[in-house]
T-cell receptor
Framework: EAGVAQSPRYKIIEKRQSVAFWCNPI?????LYWYQQILGQGPKLLIQ????????DSQLPKDRFSAERLKGVDSTLKIQPAKLEDSAVYLC???????????????FGPGTRLTVT | QQQVKQSPQSLIVQKGGISIINCAYE??????FPWYQQFPGKGPALLIA?????SEKKEGRFTISFNKSAKQFSLHIMDSQPGDSATYFC?????????????FGKGTLLTVNP
């Protein structure tokens, strides 16, 4: 079974520039999560999708961050404009359908390391 | 407000020793407590998880101990090996919510010396 795929793996941009990250979840997983992991901290949920609908985006800085999951499969997270404090690893995770799953396990991708200079 | 507090921040153990990482939570609605293991350059991977209806769960060398009254849970790694060197995160979620949102601790960097 293929895991969660993310690209790019690394990105360096200057502040005020824009950047986009892509995630392809495990096939058949209805739920997709984007996390921000700042160095030395645990992952923090930014947004959660159930199929192509948003379940939770309470911690997403909506003035600069946006995310979409068209067709309920892969997803894109965008930052525009980026700030220095956005430097972090952005993790995508997926899990089986909440309606039918018997586990809360979230499967994480390798992440995209963003450096804003 | 940090809802899950994890300690220690870092831990050095000799090969064959026992590694112990502790977490405390505040939200009494939490009812699912997983531990994740993360190697450099990789995403976190589920190691073991527990629900509050049991006080202990063991899988191989890894054991979770859970104290509901104290709102604490801990990870014990028996016979620690150099390959266990990684960052460990505790987390908690409320299955009564609509999204099973995980709240993570800040992580513990474990180093197992050969």
């Amino acid at each position: 079974e293929a895991g969660v795929a993310q690209s790019p793996r690394y990105k360096i941009i200057e502040k005020r520039q824009s950047v986009a990250f892509w995630c392809n979840p495990i096939s058949g997983h209805a739920t997709l999560y984007w996390y921000q992991q700042i160095l030395g901290q645990g992952p923090k949920l930014l947004i959660q999708f159930q199929n192509n609908g948003v379940v939770d985006d309470s911690q997403l800085p909506k003035d600069r961050f946006s995310a979409e999951r068209l067709k309920g499969v892969d997803s894109t997270l965008k930052i525009q404009p980026a700030k220095l404090e956005d430097s972090a690893v952005y993790l995508c995770a997926s899990s089986p359908d909440l309606l039918y799953g018997t586990t809360y396990e979230q499967y994480f991708g390798p992440g995209t390391r963003l450096t804003v200079t | 407000q940090q809802q899950v507090k994890q300690s220690p921040q870092s831990l050095i153990v000799q090969k064959g020793g026992i590694s112990i990482i502790n977490c405390a939570y505040e939200n009494t609605a939490f009812d699912y407590f997983p531990w994740y293991q993360q190697f450099p350059g990789k995403g976190p991977a589920l190691l073991i998880a527990i629900r509050p209806d049991v006080s202990e769960k063991k899988e191989g060398r890894f054991t979770i101990s859970f104290n509901k009254s104290a709102k604490q849970f801990s990870l014990h790694i028996m016979d620690s090996q150099p390959g266990d060197s990684a960052t460990y995160f505790c987390a908690a979620s409320n299955s009564g919510g609509s999204n099973y949102k995980l709240t993570f601790g800040k992580g513990t960097l474990l180093t197992v010396n050969p």
